[in-house]
């Protein structure tokens, strides 16, 4: 058995929101919702230096997430009801010194777990200890050729290899152990670099991993990382080229709906994070990774490494920046980066709020990493 | 038991008692009749208006019902406006008296919590936009109605804006004070905003306080009360009522309320010493030294950057800086957006290149 015995099931470019109408109804009664996942990082810190990192706007008051930390948050989250953790967000968390057992222990926990990785770290050893408690693990990859993968992504050259390895060992993991963890790669597209899409994309062919995903890059609402949205447009036939390299147990799945979109957004209210919140690696508990930065203080909830996150959740506060990004006063069109983590939650959710969706109701099987919505 | 269905059977008993001087009630149930009882459906209906408990045994299981005290239902109702004449383009008033159904929901109570009391109370004695709006030239003239209330526009039909909006036929009280601040705050709104937020808006700006809140979680118009859904239905058809006699086709919506006149014309030295003499002004009335906060920039008209002094404990800065955002809203400038100094990443191996010059880091 595989993580992808149908690839029809898994949704990359969409929502899942739908699975869950009793959590949205009780939202529209107004109760108080734990969120269905949450993506957070053990760490701020990286050891590469990708020159389109989001993470590079995320800087706040870092606080060290400590075992006994972390390991109370996964206790709080099953307590509330939080179904998926992936780590992900603002910093590699593989090189934290509390990433496997966070992951053991979550999955202990019955919570599904799930990681975004660059992969440097993830050796066969590692893999052995992880790879059974994750219900995905993506390795971040931007690059198909081991010049332009240090230049893209900020490493040395040698990077490459080491985490073409790491992928291939833990291809053989999961086929040797009949692991139901999915396996992905990822690349995160500025247009000026899509001559890789397709060495990546062959690249992923001979590696074999699940999936390779292609995805937008994300920016700030002042364009920080220079962005231009409008060039997507030329890559289109060298991402559909990559999509005809998928074969029966390899996939490569291009986020449209997000690259098509240009970096606009349908909605101004925000009312994803209810559903779907962020913590940074400095264990600070925001309603989504773009408002981490110290600038944007006023959205800040509190921090895991100071307060337990059940209280955190029950708090005043919670509810009060929850209210703030579903009020009159927000607009995610102004005051927010590009593409964020909620978009497709969001818009879910708005065309609900505006009477465009007065049925909920998900169409086919429940998708495979259902509690990553 | 006068309905078939029991949980709205009660939910009409409780209801009429809102409306009455009584202050709690018993609703003594049979075994099967408890059973088919939506409780927490019914408590989350009636919240605004009541608390219920189960009392009782068993066998013969009851509902305790604390009444809460609130605005007035139909007590001191005014004398209808006459019905609107009709126009070209005119959605016909339903005939019906009874609120309509609105998407498949039953008839609603009309209570509002007490949260709205003090801005119900200030509409009701400022009634400006009640009775008949006469058409204009070049401009799109419509009304819809929801029940016997009913709602009269112009519209621009070149920017979709509204231009003047007027209400008719609101007999409570909590009717004419929903109708007559959704008619306030139409005016520059495109149809499609209204269509889209107009109850939130309505909502919003009868609410007192921001931070007191009528539900533990996050408000809505429809979770607030269900009062609400008289604005937030004729604002729906009003953009039905728009589309069918335009043939607008719209549903994009990127409504932005532009700045005020005044802040437009305010240079930025005067900007930032007016934004500075409120914040200090705000910081003292909140036992702040009058520097623990200070604006240092104001980018694109709107976004307010601000310094925070070491003195605040900065765990008190999120709530801290909701609040002076709230104030300067309503003292300086209404679309002010509150941001503290950008935090540079402190990781060595990223190198952020080409940034903006504006953006006001503070290391």
Redesign the interface.
Known sequence: MTGMTDHTQLILDGTKIAWYADRIEAWERGERIAPITIDMALTRACNYACHFCYAMLQENDRHKITREIIYDFLDDCVEIGVKGISLVSDGESTISPVFVDTVQRGHELGLSMACGTNGFVLTRRKAESVLPCLTYLRVNFSAGEPSRYAEIMGVKEGAFERVCQNIRDMVELKRRLRLDVTIGMQMVLMPNDADQILPLARLGKELRPDYLVIKHCSDDEEGSLQVDYSQYHRTYDLLRQAEELSDSDYKVIVKWSKIKAAGTRSYQRCYGPPFMIQLSGSGLVAPCGMLFNERYKKFHIGNICEQRFRDIWSSDRYWEVMNYLASPTFNAQKMCGSLCLQHKVNEFLDERRKGRLSVIEPRGPVPQHIAFV | MHDENVTRSVAGIIDAASTSSIEALNIAFSQPSFAELQLEALR?ALAPVATIEVVGTHERPSLRVELKAQVAVDSGAQEPPPRPQPVHGESRPAANPRPEKT??QEPIPQALAPQYVEAVEAALHSIKHGGELSPTIGQVHLAVAEGEVSLHVNIDAQSHAICAARHQGARSRNEIALVETLCRLLPGLPVQEA???GA??VE?ALRAR??D????????P???SLAFRLPLALT?KLVSAYTEATGYSGH?????PAPSKRWRATDRADRLAELAEATGRWCVEHGLSSDAVYPVEVLDD?RV?FA?DEGPD??R???L??KL?RSL?SQVEGTL???????????K????????S??ND?R
């Open positions: 989350q998407d498949g269509a889209d937020h939130l808006r919003r921001a931070e809140r009528p539900v533990p979680g996050v408000v809505m429809e979770n607030a729906r994009a919506n990127h409504f932005d709107h950057i925070l900065r765990r800065a999120q709530s800086l909701m955002e809203q957006e509150l941001c503290l100094q950008e935090m540079r990443d402190r990781n191996l990223r190198q952020l290149e080409a940034r903006p504006n953006r503070s």
